[in-house]
T-cell receptor, first 114, second 113 residues
């Protein structure tokens, strides 16, 4: 059981480039999330999804886009990368029927924009 | 979701109990207290949660005051592997319509040999 898988683990982008961070989960969870974590800070929610075809903005959505065409996948798109998007990105999933409501996190994708 | 306040850092001797406090004075009646931890920049890991009563699982114990304005996470016998940032989070129950977890800066726990 792989849980939540993120790719790539590391990436360096030049200013203005675009890229997609991939996230997939094999737990059949309806809810999925993207967080970013800047050095020494807590996690901030970028976007979330409560099911296929449904997405919504979190606290810091500017500069990002998401889609949710399947239950398993929740890619995060960065358009026109900026140095302010240098961060570690975490994808997570949860089940609304779960007893604890806990979020399961991936290992993170470390992005540097130069 | 209610705001939480935690100390920035704490030390604990290996083998001793680690007691991590959290203040959440504005917590509402339908909000739970959750604890997560993040080891060495890995993804956060769920530890425990509770509403009113004290809770215990294989990882930790959670003590919530009677007025629910504060709580303490207890790691009964801390090991070096417990060195991590611990986050106290207040949120409504799963499925109650709130999907966000608000992570503050947490408490950096250092377990000392």
């Amino acid at each position: 059981n792989a849980g939540v898988t993120q790719t790539p683990k590391f990436r360096i982008l030049k200013i203005g480039q675009s890229m997609t961070l991939q996230c997939t989960q094999d737990m059949n969870h309806n809810y999925m999330y993207w967080y970013r974590q800047d050095p020494g800070m807590g996690l901030k929610l970028i976007y979330y999804s409560v099911g296929a075809g449904i997405t919504d903005k979190g606290e810091v959505p500017n500069g990002y886009n998401v889609s949710r065409s399947t239950t398993e996948d929740f890619p995060l798109r960065l358009e026109l990368a900026a140095p302010s998007q240098t961060s570690v990105y975490f994808c997570a999933s949860s089940s609304p029927e779960g007893i604890t409501g806990e979020l399961f996190f991936g290992e993170g994708s470390r992005l540097t924009v130069l | 979701d209610a705001k939480t306040t935690q100390p920035t850092s704490m030390d604990c001797a290996e083998g001793r109990a680690a007691n991590l406090p959290c203040n959440h004075s504005t917590i509402s009646g339908n909000e739970y207290v959750y604890w997560y931890r993040q080891i060495h920049s890995q993804g956060p890991q769920y530890i425990i949660h509770g509403l009113k009563n004290n809770e215990t699982n294989e990882m930790a114990s959670l003590i919530i005051t009677e007025d629910r304005k504060s709580s303490t996470l207890i790691l009964p016998h801390a090991t070096l592997r417990d060195t991590a940032v611990y986050y106290c989070i207040v949120r409504v129950a799963p499925g109650a319509g709130s999907y966000q977890l608000t992570f503050g800066k947490g408490t950096k726990l250092s377990v000392i040999p």
